[in-house]
């Protein structure tokens, strides 16, 4: 990187090669813009600052070919549920430069203007989410709804014929030109990540049938699995100490599991069993995967929802953009949101017996389509936009997690919560 310059060489003595150095020195530092195909995302310079990390279980996907392979991963599973529920995934079989092509994919489609965004903006009003988000758009502005103003993000559905008319629709042009690259990809996760882990959970499970999530998990049924892309934008300090120092307050996601290609820029936080809030190491080459809300209620609680938060970067990479490439699993729509039968394990563990004394839900388990549809309404209201403020202005630094009082809400006969 070139020195500032501030002023010429005035010295009598100055020789001709530092006045040349001052006319070719630029006025202002240069600043690598990563996400583009010159500068990979990945390359970012991680943060050198001191932070109390997460310990996370590590599954190499690579063994659950070899021989005791998935019950190895499935114990190693089975350590990550006592710790946060988070884990890392490495060994997937996506080269690397295939998820940095979706970072600049990603980077592309956030960089055009507003108008040209808002074209491809989401179907909100009937709780749709594939397509545009972000806080410019004239929908939550008309409807008085709060967004935070630095998050973006793009949606895009399964390459099912179920998706068609939404994928004619949500396909700006960085998209539009990488196409089958980006469809690629989706079914590469699904086929390479999602698969594998399914299976897991039902060695994990004890479950007679090994296929029995993947069953339910059918990538050319309809479901509302998707991938996302999404940005945080770097903020002043005085935006971030008004926001509490954070991007997004704690809280849990909705589907089974999600899925987040390495990001460099350290910001995602989980919360530990011992309620404390511990920072998520961005490991070279691997994805961090969290339980979500579906799961546990699919295994009463023993597979349980991971709780994070977003915090503003280290001050080493606080200048920087977040971008963010993630996948959401979801089951089928049919499938019923209702524990998982003949599990040795829920039944060692006393959940069925615990269930089946508790007050079940008027006209019986609802679907995941009905569930998913629900909650996405729920997150785009106005009153959903008033409650994340306030979490957010109760925020403040804690190192420790609780629920936020008074900032829980019922969806679809469910109990949703956020945290501090």
């Given at each position: 990187m070139s020195p500032i310059a501030t002023s010429a060489p005035t010295d009598e003595t100055s020789t001709i090669t530092q006045k040349l150095a001052y006319l070719l020195t630029p006025s202002k530092?240069?600043?690598?813009?990563?996400?583009?195909?010159?500068?990979?995302?990945?390359?970012?310079?991680?943060?050198?600052?001191?932070?109390?990390?997460?310990?996370?279980?590590?599954?190499?996907?690579?063994?659950?070919?070899?021989?005791?392979?998935?019950?190895?991963?499935?114990?190693?599973?089975?350590?990550?549920?006592?710790?946060?529920?988070?884990?890392?995934?490495?060994?997937?079989?996506?080269?690397?430069?295939?998820?940095?092509?979706?970072?600049?994919?990603a980077k592309q489609v956030f960089d055009l203007p507003i108008e040209t965004k808002a074209k491809h903006q989401a179907d909100f009003a009937n709780g749709g989410y594939n397509g545009y988000t972000g806080a410019d758009l004239d929908y939550f502005k008309s409807q008085g709804i709060e967004r935070r103003k630095n998050v973006e993000v793009f949606n895009l559905p399964k390459w099912t014929a179920d998706f068609e008319e939404e994928h004619k629709n949500y396909r700006p042009k960085p998209v539009q030109d990488n196409i089958e690259a980006i469809e690629k990809f989706g079914k590469d996760v699904h086929n390479k990540v999602i698969i594998p882990l399914l299976v897991v959970l039902a060695v994990v499970l004890e479950l007679e049938d090994e296929q029995y999530f993947v069953k339910r998990h059918v990538y050319e049924k309809r479901s509302e699995d998707h991938l996302r892309y999404m940005k945080y934008a770097a903020r002043s300090d005085a935006e971030n100490q008004e926001a509490k120092e954070l991007y997004g307050a704690g809280h849990t996601d909705l589907g089974v599991v999600t899925l987040l290609f390495r990001q460099p820029v350290a910001a995602l936080q989980v919360l530990g069993k011992d309620s404390?809030?511990?920072?998520?190491?961005?490991?070279?080459?691997?994805?961090?995967?969290?339980?979500?809300?579906?799961?546990?209620?699919?295994?009463?609680?023993f597979l349980p929802s991971s709780i994070h938060r977003v915090h503003v970067p280290p001050k080493d990479q606080a200048q920087f953009d977040r971008l963010g490439v993630l996948y959401f699993v979801r089951p089928n729509n049919d499938v019923l949101v209702e524990l998982v039968p003949n599990s040795p394990v829920l039944e060692r563990e006393g959940i069925y017996a615990r269930e089946a004394q508790a007050v079940k839900p008027e006209g019986g388990p609802i679907t995941v389509e009905t569930w998913v549809k629900a909650r996405q309404q729920h997150l785009f209201s106005k009153a959903q936009g008033e409650r994340y403020k306030k979490v957010i202005e109760s925020n403040g630094q804690n190192e420790e997690g609780t629920v936020a009082r008074g900032q829980t809400a019922t969806v679809a006969g469910i109990e949703v919560k956020y945290y501090n």
């Open positions: 530092e240069e600043v690598i813009r990563y996400g583009t195909a010159e500068h990979p995302y990945s390359t970012l310079p991680e943060t050198t600052e001191d932070l109390p990390w997460a310990d996370l279980i590590t599954l190499e996907l690579s063994k659950f070919d070899e021989p005791g392979g998935k019950q190895f991963l499935a114990n190693q599973l089975k350590e990550a549920v006592k710790l946060t529920g988070f884990f890392y995934i490495t060994s997937f079989g996506i080269p690397q430069e295939e998820v940095d092509a979706q970072f600049s994919f404390k809030w511990r920072w998520v190491k961005p490991i070279p080459g691997s994805i961090s995967a969290n339980f979500a809300d579906t799961i546990q209620l699919l295994t009463g609680r």
